[in-house]
């Protein structure tokens, strides 16, 4: 199975240090390190509840790495618990979003026009017992909804990623224009040896991209390193062409990049956990 592990949120390397400024003030998220690797800049930044996502600069030889000028169907989920609040919030911040919509559950999100307008999804969730008091902008951190993906035939494409990565099919609704997929977490899998599943939904479309595309917001999937070759060569024999490896996913870090039945980027990477 690949699994659910976070992501990058790419900016331009002159604005690198601008954009962990913006995250810090305006969203109160934390910068824990930067470094300077052969991949670029990287700046790990702490959300207020859980998570640590990775702004990364458009740097490298690899074309994993580059700007897209078109953007994708793939949008990485952060939570708050009340949307009106966030958004009341960053709009006095003169931080503009579009209107809200719905998902199949009833659960409410919207996209945010971030740093360098950056797009932003944030998916509202239930608080349940989470008493602690969080920085004015209520983007706690990665919600239970980790990807939205807008497809022609959420059918169709449920079966493409039960198939390919491993995902499991919890519903699926042709005449209602969805399917509802989950994937287990790789941190708790891979840190804790535990069983958390994030969800994902399939949402029909008629807006269909070309490829090459991504967006600045980019979610991520891991395979362990121990069987990353051959994934990565399985995929080539079920038909699928995956981008040129990034990196070393033996001795560091490294990832690659496909591309579904709807031409949306699906991005993975390995690394050793510590």
């Not at 990287?42 to 078109?70: A, C, L, N, W």
């Not at 699926?172 to 994937?183: L, P």
């Not at 060569?233 to 040129?244: D, M, Q």
Request: hydrophobic residues 35%.
């Amino acid at each position: 199975m690949y699994r659910w592990d976070g992501g990058f949120i790419m900016v331009e390397p002159d604005k690198f240090d601008e954009a962990i400024a913006w995250y810090e003030t305006i969203l109160g998220w934390k910068c824990l390190d930067k470094v300077t690797s052969w991949v670029g800049k990287k700046g790990f930044m702490k959300m207020p509840r859980s998570g640590v996502v990775t702004i990364k600069s458009f740097e490298g030889v690899y074309d994993h790495f580059q700007s897209s000028e078109t953007k994708g169907n793939v949008k990485l989920g952060f939570a708050s618990y009340d949307l009106d609040e966030t958004l009341s919030y960053l709009a006095e911040n003169d931080v503009a979003f579009t209107e809200i919509h719905a998902l199949p559950n009833g659960q409410r999100y919207c996209e945010v026009y971030g740093f360098n307008q950056t797009n932003l999804t944030i998916v509202e969730e239930a608080r349940g017992e989470d008493r602690t008091v969080y920085p004015p902008s209520g983007i706690v951190g990665f919600g239970t909804v980790n990807t939205i993906i807008h497809v022609r035939d959420p059918r169709l494409s449920a079966q493409w990623y039960e198939k390919h990565l491993g995902f499991e099919v919890v519903e699926v609704d042709a005449e209602n224009g969805y399917a509802h997929m989950r994937s287990e977490d790789a941190y708790d899998r891979n840190v804790l040896n535990q069983c958390f599943w994030d969800n994902i939904w399939l949402l029909q479309t008629t807006k269909i991209v070309k490829k090459p595309n991504d967006n600045q917001v980019r979610t991520y999937y891991d395979i362990r390193p121990d069987v990353f070759f051959d994934e990565y060569n399985k995929l080539i024999r079920n038909g699928i062409k995956p981008s040129e490896i990034a990196g070393d996913p033996i001795n560091g870090w490294g990832g690659f990049h496909i591309y579904d039945l709807d031409n949306n980027r699906i991005n993975v990477w390995s690394y050793i956990v510590n």
